[in-house]
């Protein structure tokens, strides 16, 4: 249930384009055609599904803080979080080129179709991005930061593939010429970014926004992972909420008064 | 300007319009979209990108000629992930808040287009010094955009500029609020960034026609 969860919430509702705008630079630069758009997007589902992982053990028996205990327990104090970034990218780029190096060895076809695009993706923010979201929504088994990276990946992918598509189609529309190509990519983009926002109650039921900005998906991102909000809470929580702004109304009205 | 030929110059000024890095050389977006609900964080993030892309290119430049080519992108991954950790604990030292606002954006710098752009484009063929001013022209172009974007999202969605409230109270109905103006909430979500950009895309093209695409 947990897996499925967290399945169908990197997908839909923090959608790696469309809530937290990761990879947008390759995602608007290689989506002209839907071909390279496919080729690119399963590039990213197959970096993103060992990365991630990876940098999850990394994380879990190296960077936090006491991690390194299984050393002995002189280590427990130590915190190497903060090189968190070098390794993470570094594990990144050296994964990059042993995958490229595997993947032309075994399979020339497979090779073929994404050979061009594993380069890119080194550089690509989804990929540090999946990474980093796994180390600050504290996913908490080694089978969930598999199944995270696949879907966040799997996101990425029907991202592409559905702006590609529409791209192709509105080369036959009348767009006016200051917002051919980049720009009408761009408010395509919100619309379906919009439209996706609508998945957002599709898990908590409404109850909670979409993770609409920065602050708030770091915040929102750990009830989600343990789902056992009880109704009674969150109806509590409300009339606390409508209770304060009661006060504030009422110490504005002694004011005016 | 006797400090900067005209050639320097251009180097710094070309990017702030005709030649920026977001609207033009679609570089970038990533960061640029999901922390502009508000002006402070973007003011913030522009900071950090001209730090780590001025100071990068430098380095950069200077170690061109021993860097061998195969594993340069291993070399540039390396010297942004530094400069960016840096980055990084000043902010958790003297932002805490913000920092936390950032969340992992800031780490996102190191994959930031813009900075590995420069690095290959421009810092790998030039001396450090016009590379600096590269750094610093890309940087600059790159917080225009950031700036407001951050501008208006943060003045239509909440009706404040770096947190002070510019259009009067919306609780005691003073200002604009006074006459039933309200805050478009729709603004702070993150969709409306690309459309902001957008339309700063449509502005600019139809100011300078050369820049419209074919298709």
């Known amino acids: 249930m947990e897996h499925l969860e967290l399945f169908f919430k990197s997908i839909f509702v923090d959608n790696m384009i469309f809530a937290t705008f990761l990879g947008m630079c390759s995602y608007l630069a290689v989506s002209k055609k839907v071909a390279t758009a496919v080729g690119l997007g399963a590039a990213v589902i197959f970096v993103l599904g060992i990365t991630v992982p990876l940098n999850w053990l990394l994380d879990q028996y190296i960077l936090r803080d006491g991690a390194l205990v299984w050393l002995g327990p002189e280590y427990a104090s130590y915190d190497l979080s903060f090189l968190s970034f070098i390794l993470f990218i570094a594990t990144i780029a050296t994964m990059v080129q042993l995958v490229e190096i595997v993947v032309e060895k075994f399979s020339p076809s497979l090779y073929n179709s994404l050979g061009i695009f594993l380069p890119l993706i080194a550089v690509n923010c989804a990929i540090l991005g999946g990474s980093l979201f796994m180390q600050s929504r504290e996913i908490a088994t080694f089978g969930l930061a598999v199944n995270y990276g696949i879907s966040s990946g799997i996101g990425w992918f029907l991202a592409i593939l559905t702006i590609a598509a529409i791209r192709e189609k509105i080369r036959y529309s009348n767009v006016p010429p200051p917002l051919r190509g980049l720009g009408i990519t761009f408010i395509i983009t919100g619309l379906m970014a919009i439209g996706f926002m609508s998945f957002g109650g599709m898990l908590t039921g409404g109850e909670e926004k979409a993770p609409e900005e920065t602050a708030q998906v770091s915040k929102s991102t750990t009830p989600v992972l343990n789902q056992n909000i009880s109704s009674e809470n969150d109806v509590s929580a409300i009339q606390e909420n409508s209770e304060t702004s009661q006060d504030l109304l009422d110490t504005t009205n002694k004011k005016i008064n | ?215």
């Open chain 2, 1 to 215: 300007m006797a400090l900067l030929s005209k050639k320097d110059r251009a180097l710094i000024l070309d990017p702030l319009a005709d030649n920026n890095p977001i609207t033009i050389q679609v570089l970038g977006i990533c960061s640029a979209l999901a922390i502009t609900a508000q002006l402070k964080a973007s003011i913030v993030m522009a900071l950090s990108v001209l730090f780590v892309v001025s100071v990068g290119n430098v380095v950069i430049s200077l170690i061109r000629n021993i860097i061998p080519s195969k594993i340069r992108i291993i070399v540039q991954l390396i010297v942004v992930a530094a400069l960016v950790i840096i980055v990084d604990q000043v902010l958790k030292a003297y932002a805490y808040e913000l920092s936390k606002q950032l969340s992992v954006f800031i780490g996102l710098i190191i994959t930031n287009c813009i900075i590995m752009g420069r690095f290959e484009a421009f810092a790998l063929a030039n001396g450090p010094w016009r590379s600096f001013l590269d750094g610093i022209g890309n940087a600059l172009g790159y917080s225009v955009i950031l700036i407001i974007v951050g501008f208006f999202r943060e003045l239509l969605g909440s009706g404040t500029l770096l947190g002070i409230q510019v259009l009067g109270d919306p609780i005691t109905k003073t200002g604009l609020y006074a006459i039933g103006y309200e805050n478009n909430g729709f603004m702070l979500l993150s969709p409306m960034a690309l459309i902001v950009i957008g339309i700063i895309i449509w502005v600019q093209r139809s100011r300078n026609s050369k820049l419209i695409e074919e298709h």
